[in-house]
């Protein structure tokens, strides 16, 4: 008998396995569509990373970095840089301290996973949950990298695919080493600096190579927040709590020794200044300019030029010490307020030193100043390159032209030392005096130069002519106008650069050679490569002869003793030196250059403003103690040299007192200097000297 029941039951089972098929069906559609989608979404991101750039095409991309200029011994004396400041450098060149620093609070396990780490998501919502603030991002290093180097700052999901697909590319391309290196290259952390070398020499002034463990903590904390952070802002504290909490990671992961945990964490990080770091001020911003000039703004800001120039560190800190003391002193005897010091080598017309002022970093004297105006002293005006009245320092231009070969004077042609009205018919008169007022009648050239007669120097001007004596001027170096000034050219009446003027008695020094007057030696672009180099010139501007024989006077104490005394600071004690001074008209500046065969040194003192010196102040005593301790100091460990005299030049035995030759029993004579060229004629007996 059939169960009534069993049409229901036959439904049911036909319904539950239809149910079955059903959800079967509908499970296989929902992974199949999953799986559709999948497969889409990877050929879509492979798709859209395969456009992505190539990471190493972005890598080299031009990326702005600072022109740095060093001294001659590689010293860096500044950096000139835009809005950033990078100063990339190779991962062996930089601590281990930071390195460790940084990749133990970044991403610890940067060198064992690829380019995401989900395991470091996971860990750094943990840590950041139990700490209550951001500890750790989840971003590797590489994420980091191609996020702050290779991308826009924006945070839409395209841009993290881009970020995500370039990590992928980049860690197929490069090692971790080199991904390292570029990471800490860039990363910023405040104050402009980017990179781990830019960051290291703005906070605490010194290379990344030096770092401390307790600096590379500090350092390594910046990253997360830079201005959040910034050590001089109001949240100090919670950088060195930073710090502290990298330094605790780094012990977790065994980088460091608890004895090492312990001391890093109590040593105290002292941050500089947030000012530019400068050695030789006046220097360096006179090179600045000159790059400027010629490679313009963004190449000298953003191109990264490695400039080496001429500058000697040892003189110019030796040259800064001596005038900032020696204006102390005469600001006290002399009311002179400022001074300035140019030393150059006399063989290659390079510059060693240059002290624009008695101190760039100084405050303006008086207080409140207007620069320019009542201003005793202006720090940050370079006096070296402005332009002064050189005073009786200029005369030796006039007798050097006149002991060449186009008029044959020489040291003991006959000058008359009389006033005289200079003055052409219907101009004012110019009647030049010496300066206390005698006149000597018939003397020397030697004579006259020595004790710095002017009446003689204008009569020499005169005799051999303005534009002469220009000429010589210019061709040793000089690069002002020196045009207006008439016969009050030879007494300063037109105005000099002390940087010249020194440059100039350099090239006198160097036997009438001149080498030009450069401050480079060498500049190469961010690639290395060579754009200018020292070259020397070494052009015969003056007569050997010539300048020998004005060397003759210049190094002749006893001829000028009679003016300036035997004991005058215009000596050195072991080795010949030619010396000049000069005093403008009622002692507006006071000038001494001077010179040995490896060393020619000018000095000035005055004030900014034109502010008078004290009465009676002679550059004797105001200028050339200071140019006299400079110049013992700097040859101190310099072989004596003497100036050799050239070719043609006859040494000729005189009486003390007269030119008649010395008898050749005589105990005591003088040695006198002639050019073959010279007038007057030599006797037959005479001979070149060899």
Not at 450 to 464: D, I, K, Y
Request: glycine share 8%.
């Amino acid at each position: 008998m059939k169960n009534s029941n069993y049409p229901f039951q036959d439904f049911f089972h036909h319904l539950k396995r239809s149910l079955t098929q059903t959800v079967v069906s509908l499970v296989l559609t929902f992974f199949g569509i999953l799986i559709v989608l999948a497969t889409f979404t990877v050929l879509a991101f492979s798709f859209y990373v395969y456009r992505l750039p190539d990471p190493q095409s972005l890598i080299k991309r031009d990326v702005a970095e600072p022109s740095k200029i060093f001294a001659r011994n590689g010293q860096l004396l500044y950096e000139i840089y835009g809005e950033t400041r990078r100063s990339p450098i190779r991962l062996e060149q930089m601590s281990p301290f930071i390195k460790q620093a940084t990749i133990a609070v970044e991403d610890k396990d940067f060198y064992k996973h690829g380019a995401l780490s989900l395991a470091g998501i996971a860990r750094s919502i943990v840590v950041n949950y139990n700490s209550g603030q951001t500890e750790q991002g989840g971003s590797t290093i590489t994420q980091q990298f191609v996020k702050n180097a290779l991308l826009t700052p924006d945070r839409s999901f395209k841009r993290k695919i881009s970020e995500i697909g370039l990590s992928i590319k980049l860690e197929s391309s490069l090692s971790k080493d080199e991904i390292l290196q570029l990471y800490l290259n860039e990363i910023p952390y405040g104050r402009n600096a980017y990179g781990i070398e830019a960051a290291s020499q703005i906070y605490l002034g010194k290379s990344a190579n030096a770092l401390s463990l307790s600096e590379s903590a500090f350092l390594a904390a910046l990253p997360q927040a830079p201005s959040y952070l910034n050590p001089a802002g109001p949240n100090a504290l919670e950088l060195e709590s930073r710090k502290n909490y990298i330094l605790t990671v780094m012990r977790e992961q065994n980088y460091i020794s608890a004895e090492q945990f312990v001391k890093a964490k109590n040593e105290r990080v002292t941050v500089i200044k947030n000012t530019a770091k400068i050695s030789a001020p006046h220097f360096v911003f006179w090179i600045q300019n000159y790059l400027e000039e010629k490679y313009g703004e963004t190449l000298l800001t953003e191109g990264g030029l490695k400039v080496y120039t001429t500058l000697d560190p040892n003189l110019q800190k030796l040259a800064e010490q001596v005038l900032s003391e020696g204006i102390i002193e005469t600001s006290k005897k002399f009311n002179g307020h400022n001074g300035s010091l140019v030393a150059t080598d006399p063989k290659t017309g390079q510059i060693l030193a240059m002290v624009g002022s008695k101190d760039f970093f100084g405050e303006s004297e008086p207080k409140g100043c207007t620069p320019g105006r009542n201003c005793l002293f202006e720090p940050e005006v370079n006096v070296a390159t402005a332009n002064r009245q050189p005073g009786s320092s200029f005369k030796p231009y006039a007798y050097v032209t006149a002991f060449g070969p186009k008029f044959g004077y020489g040291p003991t042609s006959k000058i008359l030392d009389v006033p005289k009205n200079f003055s052409s018919f219907g101009s004012p008169a110019y009647i030049p005096r010496n300066y206390d007022g005698s006149s000597h009648g018939l003397i020397t050239m030697r004579k006259a130069l020595a004790g710095s007669l002017n009446v003689p120097a204008v009569r020499t001007l005169a005799l051999v002519g303005i534009d002469n004596v220009i000429a010589t001027a210019k061709g040793l170096g000089l690069t002002t106008p020196l045009k207006n000034c008439g016969l009050t050219l030879v007494l300063g009446g037109c105005e000099v650069k002390l940087v010249d003027h020194t440059a100039a008695f350099g090239a006198i020094a160097n036997g009438g050679k001149n080498n030009g007057n450069t401050g480079i030696m060498r500049i190469e672009n961010k690639y290395g490569h060579t754009l200018e180099s020292y070259s020397p010139k070494n052009s015969q501007v003056v007569d050997q002869q010539a300048a020998y024989s004005l060397i003759s006077i210049m190094t002749d104490n006893n001829a000028r003793s009679y003016v300036f005394g035997a004991k005058s600071p215009l000596t050195l004690p072991d080795r010949p030196v030619a010396a000049k001074t000069g005093t403008t008209q009622d002692w507006h500046d006071a000038w001494t250059l001077g010179f040995t065969p490896q060393l020619a040194v000018g000095v000035w003192v005055g004030n900014n403003d034109g502010t008078l010196l004290k009465k009676n102040a002679d550059a004797v005593f105001v200028a050339a103690p200071i140019w006299q301790k400079f110049m013992i100091a700097a040859t101190a460990n310099l072989p004596v040299e003497n100036f050799i005299a050239p070719p043609g030049i006859i040494e000729k035995k005189l009486n003390l007192y007269n030119d008649k030759p010395a008898p050749k029993n005589a105990k005591k004579w003088r040695t006198e200097v002639y050019a073959d060229y010279a007038n007057p004629p030599l006797n037959e007996n005479s001979k070149p000297k060899k």
